[in-house]
């Protein structure tokens, strides 16, 4: 079986099983956004052959190797955390960003876009998603619940992002449904208050049908698609 074989039945088995948890819960099938990270590009290529448009990173310098390498040909994601200091780097290359958990942030990112639309390295404005933290640890990152509302406010009023919705990963000792339907509520809360629906992130590999069933807009799954990490 060649590369591009494994990646496609790992595509098929993915989102066969979206598609089957779905239905099971009654909601509608959410975006399905490939993770890629520690596989090479040429894997992520492959995927381009195969018809995937969009796909996620978690590390910085790496994304922005692959995006260089396969400028055109697919959209990158940015999931993991972003330092403040590599938020113009990220501001270049990133179709969106999930991950955004700060004031300090939000505002590095505006001013990084801005920038880059002078240069003439991009175009349009960025699409943001809030990370929240469910159990309010900072060294996870993730906005705090209680300052969710004021985070919301900033990103409202910056002229360079556009906030589309919040994301989560729940802690490891958590119950991820719970996790998942109380920041569903959030974001629908969210959406209330800023006259346009947001959009949910969450739900991975391991805690799919959990997330699938509390109404995820956006699934993150690396290791169903693409396997085990190469080894180094």
């Known amino acids: 079986m060649t590369r591009k074989d494994e990646l496609r039945a790992g595509l098929d088995k993915t989102r066969a099983e979206i598609q089957r948890l779905a239905a099971e819960a009654g909601v509608e099938v959410p975006e399905l956004l490939p993770v890629t990270k520690f596989h090479p590009a040429e894997d992520v290529a492959l995927l381009a052959e195969l018809g995937v448009t969009d796909v996620a990173e978690n590390r910085e310098q790496e994304a922005r190797a692959k995006a260089e390498a396969l400028a055109g040909q697919l959209r990158f994601h940015m999931i993991g955390q972003v330092q403040t200091k590599k938020a113009n780097h990220v501001a ?5 960003v999930h991950s955004v958990d700060s004031v300090k942030l939000a505002t ?22 809030i ?7 900072a060294a996870r990152g993730g906005c705090p619940m209680d300052k969710l509302d004021e985070l919301v406010g900033v990103i409202e009023g910056l002229e360079h992002l556009e906030l589309r919705g919040l ?10 449904g719970e996790v998942f339907r109380a920041v569903r509520g959030r974001a629908d809360e969210v959406g209330e208050g800023v006259g346009r629906r ?28 693409m396997g085990p990490r190469p080894v180094v």
């Open 92 to 96: 270049r290359w990133a179709a969106s």
């Open 108 to 129: 590095a990112l505006n001013r990084g876009v801005q920038m880059a639309q002078e240069r003439g390295e991009r175009e349009a404005d960025l699409p943001v998603f």
């Open 198 to 225: 947001m959009a949910l992130s969450a739900g991975m590999s391991a805690d799919l049908p959990e997330a699938i069933a509390a109404g995820t807009d956006i699934v993150r799954v690396g290791t169903g698609i």
């Open 167 to 176: 994301m989560v990963v729940p802690p490891l000792d958590a119950d991820a």
């Open 131 to 137: 990370q929240v933290s469910a159990d309010g640890d």
